[in-house]
């Protein structure tokens, strides 16, 4: 008979998950990593409980798991997409919210994987959904997400800096983002708990106290 999983067992498991997704896209290797680091420095920082904060950091590992459904042709593209590719990539939250609600250890999540591109003023998707009807862990992993695409260079062009995606991340308070996600993530700016590094993949040195 199989024991419980374990949260060991759980994150072995998202590691195989997230390496695999960075398999099949090499552009956003560590992008995972970095969002899931990001999204609970953010969770800790708002004082969430235990718990919470440990299904907030799962879920934003696996945000983008749902790539795994989309074609290495448009996934890979060194370019801008067309509308149609961004419409098939538009696909992958409702993809990876069907995947991780197929297995029970993740079903917690899937609000998490499925809401990452909600906005805060409904017009995200893939559900339209607005304000506080996106669960917590969705709206702070949208955050994270977008600081690390913000941030990080890509082959069509360069990584803002820091201050660059804060201002940028500020500009869309309330209208893309929860203001009050926005305000935690220019604190821990501020305080210098982000740093970035000279390096090809942007990466952050996560100062979690």
Known sequence: MLNLVTLDDLHDIVDA????????????????QRVAGLSLLMAKTMGLP?????????????????KIGIPD????????LTEDEFDT??????I???IVGKIKVFRSVADIVRHHHERFDGKGYPDG?????????????????????????????????????????VRC?????DPAIVDVLKALAIE????STESRDFAYRLVIA
Not at 51 to 58: A, G, K, P, T, V
Not at 89 to 94: A, L, T
Not at 173 to 177: I, L
């Open 173 to 177: 308070k309330g209208s893309q983002f």
């Open 89 to 94: 990539i538009r696909q992958h939250p409702e």
């Open 192 to 195: 210098n708990k982000l740093e």
């Open 50 to 66: 235990l718990m919470e904060q440990e299904r907030i950091h799962i879920g934003a590992h696996l945000h983008d798991i749902g």
């Open 17 to 32: 998950l997230s390496t695999a997704l960075d398999a099949k896209n090499s552009c956003m290797c560590g992008h995972s």
């Open 96 to 98: 990876g919210g069907t």
């Open 129 to 169: 959904l607005c304000g506080e009807e996106i669960s917590l862990g969705a709206r702070i992993v949208a955050v994270a997400d977008s600081f690390d695409a913000m941030t990080t260079i890509r082959t069509y062009r360069s990584g803002l800096s820091i201050c660059e995606a804060i201002e940028e991340t």
């Open 73 to 80: 042709a448009i996934l890979n593209k060194p370019g801008k």
